[in-house]
Structures are given as structure tokens and as C-alpha cells.
């Protein structure tokens, strides 16, 4: 009897005790939230680097040589403002600057608006490659020569960017474009001479006291200092956490400005750096 009340008694115990050993089996086990480096907040920083310069002037003379023969045949039957005589000019460049923005972060997706400013000189000069032609315009015959000179100076430009990154571990890289501005001084110089000949058959070099022969001679300049350039910038980077507020930095970016005085300057530099965010 005792072995009977024994048995029933186990019975009717086992469920509730294999229960409580089994509590974990259905569902997952619990974990807790998912972290990430915290990127949030304002920052500030300084950063070194290195680059090219690309300056353009070929389209520079245009303005002036239009002006100079804005009255003639020779320009609007010929364009001679479209003679290409200045070319293109490449500069490395040194930089150092500082940087200071604010990142919003949700988990591992992270937003921002970053100022930077970036002291970066060059100085280009445009090789120049004098044209001489005979042409024909308004029943004159033409001798004609075309020189010129250019040159600019670079000095410092500031951008603000929207930056968008993706943590990965103690890393950030990111992507950023926005909007740039830039001072630098610049000189551009036009020379248009020759001879017109109206006498038939015309020949070359005629006598300037003949009737039919003139000498003609037209020079232009334009230049400005600390002239204001606008332009856009584009590029990407890695933020690498060493501390929970200090990051090291490396990207690279390229820069257009659009064309001052019809100069195109673009820039593509590499950059290291470091800094704090709070």
C-alpha cells in the first residue's frame, strides 16, 4: 500500500517539476539592447594634407579679345576671341585646417552638418602658345597675332557639408557633399596685333605708309585681389574611435569651383586628422 500512495504521490508532482526545469525551452532567451560607438554630439578637430590643383584658362581671353574687337570684322566674322592661346595649368598644394560639426545617431546610422576651413595655397601659370593667321573679313586681308598671359593665386576656402555614416565597431565611414567657397587673386592679360591689307592682290608684311596697309595693336587685361569663388565639394572618409572622445580621421575630397573671370580651378586633395566630440 505504501509503494502505492508512493508512486501516485510521484505522479502527480512530475509535471510541475519538469515544467520548471523546461521553463526555458519555449521561445529565445532574453539579451540585452544592441550597442554601438557613440557618435552623437558636437565635435571639433584639425587635420594636415595633400593635393592637387587643376587650373584652366583656356576659355580666360574671350572677354577681353571680344571687348578689344567689338567693333570689327575681324571678330564677328572670324571670332577671333575663340583662338585659343592660354592652356592649363597643374599645382600641388599643402593643407592644414580645422574642422567642427554635429552628428544625430540612430543606432548604427549616423547623420551630420560639418564647417571646415582648409588653408591651402597655389599659385598657377598658364603655359601661353601665341597664334599668327592670315584671314580675310569686312574685303580686308588680316595678319594677325594673338598672345596672352594668366595666372592665379589660392589661398584659403571653407565648405559646409551633410555627412551621412555607418558604425562599424569602433570605425565610421562616411560619405559627405555640400557647398564650398574660396578667395584667391588672379591676372589675365590679351595682346591682338598685325596688319590689315586692303589693297588687291593684299600681301604681307605691307608698308604702313601706303594707303592700304594698317598696323593695328589691341591689349586687354583683367584682374582682381581676394576675388570670392563658390563652388561644391564631394567625398568620403573614415572616423576611427580610439577613446570615447577622441577619433582620428582620413578622407579625401575633390572640389569644383565654378569659373571666376571664366578660370576653372578643381582640386582633389587627401587629408589625416584628429579630434574630440563630446
Do not use: K
Given at each position: 500500500m505504501r509503494w502505492f500512495v508512493f508512486v501516485v504521490a510521484a505522479l502527480a508532482l512530475a509535471p510541475s517539476a519538469f515544467a520548471a526545469d523546461l521553463e526555458i525551452l519555449p521561445g529565445a532567451l532574453p539579451v540585452g539592447p544592441a550597442?554601438?560607438?557613440?557618435?552623437?554630439?558636437?565635435?571639433?578637430?584639425?587635420?594636415?594634407?595633400?593635393?592637387?590643383?587643376?587650373?584652366?584658362?583656356?576659355?580666360?581671353?574671350?572677354?577681353?579679345?571680344?571687348?578689344?574687337?567689338?567693333?570689327?570684322?575681324?571678330e564677328t566674322q572670324d571670332s577671333v576671341s575663340t583662338w585659343q592661346v592660354l592652356g592649363k595649368a597643374s599645382s600641388s598644394m599643402s593643407a592644414v585646417g580645422g574642422f567642427v560639426g554635429y552628428n544625430t545617431?540612430?543606432?548604427?546610422?549616423?547623420?551630420?552638418?560639418?564647417?571646415?576651413?582648409?588653408?591651402?595655397?597655389?599659385?598657377?601659370?598658364?603655359?601661353?602658345?601665341?597664334?599668327?593667321?592670315?584671314?580675310?573679313?569686312?574685303?580686308?586681308?588680316?595678319?594677325?597675332?594673338?598672345?596672352?598671359?594668366?595666372s592665379l593665386h589660392f589661398d584659403d576656402y571653407a565648405e559646409l557639408r551633410a555627412r551621412?555614416?555607418?558604425?562599424?565597431?569602433?570605425?565610421?565611414?562616411?560619405?559627405?557633399?555640400?557647398?564650398?567657397?574660396?578667395?584667391?587673386?588672379?591676372?589675365?592679360?590679351?595682346?591682338v596685333q598685325g596688319q590689315q591689307n586692303s589693297a588687291s592682290p593684299a600681301y604681307f608684311p605691307c608698308n604702313p605708309g601706303l594707303?592700304?596697309?594698317i598696323d593695328f595693336s589691341y591689349a586687354n587685361s583683367a584682374g582682381k585681389s581676394s576675388a570670392l569663388m563658390y563652388g561644391f565639394t564631394v567625398g568620403g572618409g573614415l572616423d576611427v574611435a580610439l577613446t570615447p572622445n577622441i577619433f582620428l580621421r582620413g578622407?579625401?575630397?575633390?572640389?569644383?569651383f565654378a569659373p571666376l573671370a571664366d578660370i576653372l580651378v578643381s582640386m582633389v586633395s587627401a587629408r589625416i586628422g584628429a579630434g574630440i566630440k563630446f
Open positions: 550597442t554601438f560607438t557613440r557618435w552623437s554630439g558636437f565635435y571639433f578637430g584639425g587635420d594636415v594634407g595633400y593635393g592637387d590643383a587643376n587650373t584652366d584658362f583656356s576659355q580666360a581671353t574671350a572677354p577681353l579679345i571680344a571687348y578689344s574687337l567689338r567693333e570689327l570684322a575681324l545617431q540612430w543606432q548604427d546610422l549616423i547623420l551630420g552638418l560639418e564647417g571646415d576651413f582648409t588653408h591651402s595655397p597655389f599659385t598657377a601659370t598658364s603655359a601661353s602658345s601665341p597664334l599668327f593667321i592670315q584671314t580675310t573679313a569686312g574685303g580686308n586681308a588680316y595678319n594677325v597675332g594673338v598672345s596672352a598671359g594668366g551621412a555614416g555607418w558604425v562599424l565597431g569602433s570605425f565610421m565611414p562616411y560619405g559627405f557633399a555640400g557647398a564650398a567657397i574660396g578667395w584667391s587673386d588672379y591676372s589675365v592679360t590679351s595682346l594707303p592700304s596697309c578622407e579625401v575630397e575633390f572640389v569644383q
